[in-house]
């Protein structure tokens, strides 16, 4: 999140004040704070946040709390937290293998997680929506349940999305062109036919979350592969978007010249000798992805590298040298010296990290950049979504 010095030069005043109370509002939904402690998460002065909270006391959305947290060798200070929590946010997601629905709240709580394959059917995406809307309507009955109205729902898919209404544009990795899977969503539970549900990109929420969780540098490259491979370039700590939002689709910078042809269109993609179809393939994997789900079987190609099992560190040697030189062209365009590696490509962050220094730029003294594994594991993208989804309730709330 920008903070609030960097965006006084572009917006009003007002805009300044409002962006403000969400900070101050977001800050809270990891838990209790005292004004002090709330000053140095957001980096406002204790004047502005006296002022911010007590306007945010007065709409209803934080309270003082009754627990006192002592401060140094001062008097005790009063925690101020969320108000606003007996509700629930649904995040919906949908990928190459799975659909899930996870009802959480305001100040973070995981209330219910329910989750079904889909079986992959290539092309045809009713089957892959009516398993969507099954567990969407069982976490909408466990919300209603615990007596926790829905407050906002949203839907995460693992592809490239665009428009308005938003629809996926396409999914290589189910074979779909566009599909307005929340249009589809609707038709199967007709009672959120009213309901305003946003649809993002995987990459573009799990990217924010990383990015935050490194530290928020100036330049990052993000290169994650759970059944494609996406990830997000930024610079001058900004997520590189595109004129169509196709930014950051490092899986598909063509690195071998008349090479295999991508369902792209295009030939010799990364994700044609590093993704996890073309590597299960490689190994005799397939079958153990439609038995019992595709992180399964990635564990089982990760533990086989690290065994020596001939089938998969042939396959790993293939793809690691373009897996590195991707990220090598990605760093060199932006001037970027951090990696964060997600899905797979995380149990390998030394390999590539190795691989890197080796080809690394040597002039003028540059240092190899820094590699590290996703913290985050595969719920990155869940937890993006869900502080998307904070920040358009405190929005909503803030009227």
Sequence with gaps: M???????????????????????ALALTSGPLSRSELALETGLTRGAITSLSAELIEHEIIRESDRIAPEGRGRPKTLLELSATD????????????????????DGQRLGRFSRRHGRPIGDPGPVIDALALVVSEALAHAATIGRPLADLSVVVWAP????????????????????????????????????????????????????????????????SDSGIGGAVFADGRPLTGTAGWAGMLGHLPMIPDGVL???????????????????????????????????????????????????????????????????????????????????????????????????????????????????GPDAALLGAERAARLRMIDTLLG
């Design 2 to 24: 920008p903070s609030p010095d960097s965006l006084r030069g572009s917006l009003t005043s007002e805009d300044v004040r409002r962006h403000n109370l969400g900070l101050v």
């Design 87 to 106: 509700v629930a946010l649904i995040i919906a997601t949908l990928d190459a293998d799975r659909v899930e629905a996870v009802v959480s709240t305001l």
């Design 262 to 376: 991508c369902d792209c269109g295009q030939r010799g993609c990364l994700v044609t000798v590093a993704g996890p179809d073309a590597l299960l393939a490689a190994t005799g994997l397939t079958q153990t992805a439609h038995d019992v789900g595709l992180d399964a079987a990635l564990s089982h190609f990760v533990a086989g590298v690290r065994a020596g099992a001939p089938e998969c560190v042939a396959a790993w040697a293939e793809a690691l040298p373009h897996v590195a030189r991707t990220l090598q062209i990605a760093l060199l365009t932006v001037g970027a010296d951090r990696v964060v590696l997600g899905g797979y490509l995380a149990s390998f962050a030394d390999d590539i990290a190795d691989e890197l220094a080796r080809i690394a730029v040597t002039a003028g003294r540059t240092m190899p950049p820094r590699v590290s594994a996703s913290r985050l």
């Design 161 to 224: 999305v665009g428009g308005t209404p938003a629809v996926v544009l396409a999914d290589t990795d189910l074979g779909w062109e566009r599909v307005d899977v929340i249009g589809l969503l609707k038709k199967r539970l007709p009672r959120l036919s009213a309901a305003q549900i946003p649809m993002i990109a995987d990459t573009s929420v799990a990217a924010l979350e990383e990015h935050a969780d490194a530290g928020a540098p100036d330049h990052l490259v993000y290169l994650k």
